[in-house]
């Protein structure tokens, strides 16, 4: 008895490996519903240029720019903070922190302006739970704002215990 698959299948099967592997990946994936972790201990480059708009607002605060959301878990008695600053040349950007919900509607807790120096972000004081910095253009300046920026973290927890394992 042959156990194999179909000799079609498996031609689907390495093309869809192919094109995983070859195409790049979504700017959906730094949007609230996906937010990038942020990572203790290295630095990390990110440019709003290559992701889309998805916060058209702040609470009240318009956005009209592309945006990238990251995300770390503060709890009572964590240490340490984030620092974020933009690239020489990178037009004006502006950080803002959500607590909680990751929406437009939600109220902003915190905002920094990259223009005035790096965004010093301490990790306590915050509600528990999630607390997403969204990274975007100056909603202040107009046209399309967007650039790069780097950010780091020192004393944040990066693992979670989910039901036996890390995450």
């Known amino acids: ?30 949007s609230c519903q996906t937010p990038l972790p ?8 990110f440019d709003t240029c290559q992701s889309a ?12 720019h592309p945006d990238i959301v990251h995300v770390f878990e503060a709890a009572p008695g964590l240490q340490g903070g984030i620092q974020i600053w933009r690239q020489p040349g990178t037009p004006p950007l502006t950080v803002v922190l959500l607590a909680g919900a ?18 010093q972000i301490p990790a306590s004081g915050w509600p528990a739970g999630p607390v997403h910095v969204v990274v975007t253009g100056d909603p202040d300046v107009p046209g399309s704002v967007c650039g790069a920026y780097q950010i780091t973290a020192e004393g944040l927890l990066v693992d979670r215990i989910f039901r036996s394992r890390f995450e």
């Open 102 to 119: 990751c929406n437009a509607a939600t109220m902003p807790v915190a905002a920094w302006n990259l223009s005035d120096g790096p965004a």
């Open 1 to 30: 008895m042959d156990i194999r698959p179909p000799a079609a299948w498996c031609r689907a099967l390495f093309a869809a490996t192919v094109m995983a592997l070859t195409c790049p990946g979504s700017a959906s994936a730094q």
């Open 38 to 45: 942020i990572i203790t201990g290295i630095v990390q480059g």
């Open 53 to 64: 708009n998805h916060l058209p607002s702040l609470g009240p605060l318009p956005s009209p």
